[in-house]
């Protein structure tokens, strides 16, 4: 069987900017895929080819089996994109944001569907509020639910977690648990190197347009300078001051403002 | 394939009118200038202008102020494509295997629809303010198509500036024009009061035509040859603005 996303020298150029230089990966169906780069790597174009956004210049790349250039409509029927900025309809609430997807997939039974995914999204008490009320984390959550209606084959999630705040990023993390869960075979982005260990399979670095390294964490982590205890002295912060001020309810051995 | 459209168009349609219901404010902003127009020229204006009819000058006006009810719609029509298309909603669809065209065919409807409770809202306020017809059924009719027909051309129109603007004021600027269009017509005053080059224009463009006829139809009189200018008018302006808007949905939103 052919992998879920099989990506062979994928090139595309914005103008006379060249982003992608012959990008090649595969993914494997059931698994989650993280592509990690800094802010333009190309990450977003590489999503956006792939769910028939945007058409390739060079290479070839296919999802589900189809190609994304010649079988467009099969392509979108496996796919479901999550974006890099919430795509949320901020006047509906967020159960009928769910129903509009559900009808939209031809979904039989939209409204149970909806139910069951705001209920483990965590969404049930928010479910008749506008999104517009909704919290980032909120949003990011009910995104990533819309996507998973209509149970997609393959699902990318394009920077989930950027812009969150530490515990939405946990309630997001736990949501791409969730669709791992579903037997989807998910492809994320990120830029941050801890959250690819955390959910990933596998993680590939995208850098000056072509792939750096493909591996699982732990050959990733081989690759990396084994980490070093380093000293380094720290000016007291605002916090320190305060607390060296009113007297350090903290513990006094770790943190008291005093230079280390 | 086409059951899917259908099924596709009317579900986005539906989540359009949602928004319209929940913000009726537009409907309302869009029916309150031509109603203040109204009221200023029939009450202000209107004793100074002669129109040489036997008709009171709120007969004489309503037609021309359809048409700029009909013209800041559409800025809506806009606003609310280009909206959807920044917050990234268009191309969420997009990436969804839902018929493409269903997602501009949402918006053409959704305009429609808002077009003519705001068109009925300012013919009710005109009926207040003494407004009579005495066209029959059939007249009644033909008014009301050339109305959507006018609605749906500038509604296409509408859509080129939804998908290219770059800023909000910029989807809804190109509607001023189209607003401002009925004052070079026969739409306050008629046309044979103007100075020569000015005449010219007001003769030759498409709202003199239009208004004329829905003015007789609603007088119930017969109708010239203005109604072929009017209709080939706005067909013209239908199909030029239709294939525009498409070419610009293809390129703008896919590769
Ligand atoms: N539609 C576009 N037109 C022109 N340049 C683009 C377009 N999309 C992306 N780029 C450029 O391509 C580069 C890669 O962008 P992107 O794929 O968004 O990177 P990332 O998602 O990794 O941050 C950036 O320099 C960006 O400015
Ligand atoms: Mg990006």
Redesign the pocket.
């Given at each position: 069987m052919t992998a879920a996303i099989a990506v062979r020298g994928l090139e595309k150029s914005?103008?006379d900017?060249r982003?992608l230089r012959g990008v090649d990966f595969e993914v494997e169906h059931g698994s989650i895929f993280a592509l990690l780069?800094s802010?333009?790597?190309?990450?977003?174009?590489v999503v956006r080819t792939l769910a028939t956004l945007l058409r390739p210049d060079a290479g070839t790349a296919s999802v589900n089996g189809f190609d994304v250039a010649r079988q467009e409509a099969d392509v979108r029927a496996s796919i479901s994109l999550t974006g890099?900025y919430a795509a949320v309809d901020e006047i509906l609430t967020g159960r009928e944001n769910l129903l509009l997807v559900a009808r939209l997939r031809h979904v039989p039974d939209a409204a149970d569907v909806a139910d069951r995914v705001l209920e483990r999204f965590d969404l049930t008490d928010a479910a008749n509020r506008r999104v517009a009320t909704y919290s980032g984390g909120m949003r990011r959550r009910l995104d990533i639910a819309m996507s998973l209606i209509g149970a997609p084959r393959v699902i990318f999630l394009d920077e989930p977690t950027t812009g969150l705040d530490p515990q939405a990023r946990l309630g997001v993390w736990r949501c791409v648990a969730e669709a791992a869960a579903q037997g989807a075979t998910i492809l994320l982005?990120t830029h941050y190197l801890d959250e690819a260990e955390h959910l990933a399979n596998r993680i590939a670095i995208l850098h000056d347009g072509r792939i750096l390294v493909n591996g699982t964490p732990a050959e990733l982590k081989a690759l990396l300078p084994p980490s070093r205890v380093e000293y380094v002295e720290r000016q007291p912060t605002l916090e320190d001051v305060f607390f060296a001020l009113v007297g350090d309810e903290r513990n006094p051995t770790t943190d008291s403002g005093a230079l280390s | 394939m086409t059951a899917r459209f259908a099924g596709d168009t009317a579900t986005l349609t539906g989540r359009s009118l949602r928004h319209i219901w929940r913000s009726p404010d537009t409907l309302v902003t869009t029916a309150v200038m031509p109603i203040a127009m109204l009221l200023l020229f029939v009450y202000v204006f209107g004793g100074a202008i002669d129109t040489r009819g036997t008709g009171s000058y709120v007969d004489y006006l309503l037609p021309g102020i359809l048409l700029i009810t009909i013209a800041s719609g559409i800025a809506y029509t806009a606003l609310r494509l280009f909206l959807d298309k920044q917050a990234g909603i268009v191309e969420r669809f997009q990436s969804m295997s839902i018929a493409r065209s269903a997602v501009l065919w949402a918006h053409v409807l959704t305009s429609l629809v808002a077009n003519v409770v705001s068109v009925v809202v300012v013919v009710l306020v005109a009926l207040l303010m003494g407004f009579r017809s005495g066209a029959g059924v059939l007249d009644l009719l033909a008014v009301a198509g050339i109305l959507l027909l006018f609605t749906l051309a500038l509604t296409w129109l509408a859509v080129i500036p939804g998908l290219t603007a770059k800023s909000a004021d910029g989807a809804t600027g190109f509607a001023y024009p189209l607003i401002f269009l009925p004052f070079i017509s026969s739409a306050f005053v008629p046309t044979h009061t103007m100075p020569g080059p000015v005449r010219a224009f007001a003769e030759h463009q498409p709202v003199t035509a239009i208004v004329n006829t829905i003015r007789d139809l609603f007088a119930g009189q017969p109708v010239g040859g203005d109604i072929w200018v009017a209709l080939a008018w706005c067909a013209g302006l239908l199909v030029v603005a239709y294939a525009f808007a498409t070419a610009t949905y293809r390129r703008t939103t896919t590769r």
């Open positions: 914005f103008g900017q982003v780069g802010n333009g790597a190309g990450k977003t174009t890099q982005t | -």
